[in-house]
């Protein structure tokens, strides 16, 4: 028997899994968007995790949604196959692979021994919650150009795990950094 439960959309989160128009959709991506005028609301895409087709929605801020009933399992990334990721069951230390196409939007934040929570439904796996934050290492980044002020917006930088984002000018390569796992953004150096 499953158990519902309904959720505001704006708690609604990237990898999580909702059940909307009778059919299961793990959330790709998530902005938050407040209009001049009328009341915000979050556009959300979502991915059917049978079907595998994509669907654009909003939700307004008083909308609320089921959230899938889900068994989590704590785990650990191991490493990456040619069409799959694989994962220890940190109580069993059972492995499992994951394709590629079911977490690619998360495949820049993950790091061999990264431990994730990997949620199942029905015993399938169907969504990976990552940490709020990950520490990577910059690989390659421009140098600051002498002159050129500090108060620039940033500079655009590729991390280990071949994610790219936009770094502040003193960041350099070798640095470690914090990414936040939902915006994909720089939060501080490690």
Do not use: C
């Amino acid at each position: 028997m499953s158990v519902h439960l309904k959720i505001s959309a704006f708690e609604i989160r990237v990898g999580g899994l909702i059940e909307h128009e009778g059919k299961l959709w793990r959330v790709l991506k998530k902005n938050h968007v407040k209009p001049g005028k009328g009341g915000a609301f979050i556009q959300v895409e979502l991915k059917d995790i049978t079907a595998g087709t994509k669907l654009n929605e909003r939700f307004r801020s008083g909308d609320s949604v089921e959230k899938a009933h889900v068994e989590p399992r704590q785990m650990q990334y191991l490493y990456a196959e040619s069409d799959a990721l694989v994962f220890m069951d940190n109580e069993t230390f059972e492995q499992m692979h994951i394709p590629h196409e079911d977490i690619e939007d998360q495949l820049g934040f993950l790091l061999p021994n990264t431990e994730v929570q990997i949620n199942f439904h029905d015993d399938v796996p169907i969504g990976i919650n990552l940490p709020a934050n990950v520490v990577l290492e910059v690989v390659d980044t421009e140098g600051v150009i002498k002159g050129q002020t500090a108060t620039g917006s940033g500079k655009p930088a590729e991390l280990e795990t071949g994610l790219k984002v936009i770094v502040p000018p003193f960041v350099s390569v070798g640095d470690k950094i914090k990414v936040n796992t939902e915006s994909g953004e720089y939060v501080e150096r490690a």
